[in-house]
């Protein structure tokens, strides 16, 4: 693993990077510098319940990715810049996450630091790989289906798929074979389960890191940005479920050597 000088805990690199596919979990994190935790008044459950956790687990079935350990109510980073700090209450969920009820200028200021330095470290690894030809970048999120409560129905899998693979940005034209050979790969997973449920923008598209990606290599970057329901895990304890998570593990490792193939094909 490959630090950042002077980010250490807040970015870093594992692999290479000399291959067309990487991965990021940007949302995995939990670690606050001290300053944030001090002033912080969530519980930590609930923090935890609204983070992705596992997910760089997940992205652990690519060689080359990023760890961000930070928590994203330190610094948001699949938001915009302006509104990548939760300050008050509407900027998360009415989430009261601040022990003053407004996060200070002072620590406003800091975690946009944050959010900086992973922005500032990724950018020359992914300039060097776009210097080769198109890439993949696999944003692996993780989103709760229980929100009415531990014991209450989860919601309707007609409208929260078990992956959601959000292609909002992603150039159709260009790379609209790579996604349907990706998503198809994904639903043929099956290891004794039945198959994934695996469907295109139905709850998400990709936000900020997709967004940046395709206005910074156009018709060269690729972000998928894969959302997977929390079923692998109970999201009111924490628990993980063993089996569903390594079925997800391996049905993304499965979809990988579709993804090298159909990028093959663009050089």
Not at 156 to 179: C, I, K, Q, R
Request: net charge negative; charged share 30%; glycine share 8%.
């Amino acid at each position: 693993m490959t630090d950042v000088g002077g980010t250490s805990d807040a970015v870093a690199f594992v692999g290479e990077w000399d291959g067309p596919v990487v991965a990021t979990s940007v949302h995995a994190g939990h670690q606050l510098r001290p300053e944030i935790a001090e002033a912080m008044v969530l519980d930590e459950a609930e923090r935890f319940r609204e983070e992705d956790p596992y997910t760089d687990r997940l992205a652990a079935v690519v060689p080359d990715r990023v760890v961000t350990n930070r928590s994203r109510f330190e610094a948001d980073l699949n938001r915009p810049r302006r509104e990548a700090v939760y300050r008050k209450p509407d900027d998360c969920w009415g989430l009261d996450v601040w022990r003053d009820g407004e996060l200070s200028d002072e620590l406003f200021h800091g975690s946009l630091e944050t959010y900086d330095a992973f922005y500032d470290a990724l950018a020359p690894r992914l300039d060097a790989l776009a210097e080769r030809g198109p890439f993949v970048l696999l944003d692996v999120h993780s989103y709760n289906h229980r929100r009415d409560g531990a014991d209450e129905p989860p919601a309707p899998a007609s409208e929260n798929p078990e992956v959601n693979v959000g292609t909002g940005s992603v150039d159709d034209d260009l790379f609209g074979p790579l996604v349907e050979r990706f998503v198809g790969d994904l639903r043929d997973t099956s290891l004794g389960c039945g198959p994934i449920d695996a469907r295109e923008n139905v709850a998400f598209e990709g936000r900020n890191l997709a967004w940046w990606v395709h206005d910074r290599y156009p018709r060269v970057g690729c972000v998928l940005a894969l959302e997977f329901k929390k079923t692998f895990m109970d999201e009111w304890t924490g628990e993980l479920h063993a089996d569903r998570f390594r079925r997800a593990q391996v049905g993304l490792a499965a979809a990988l050597p579709g993804l090298h193939i159909e990028l093959e094909k663009l050089r």
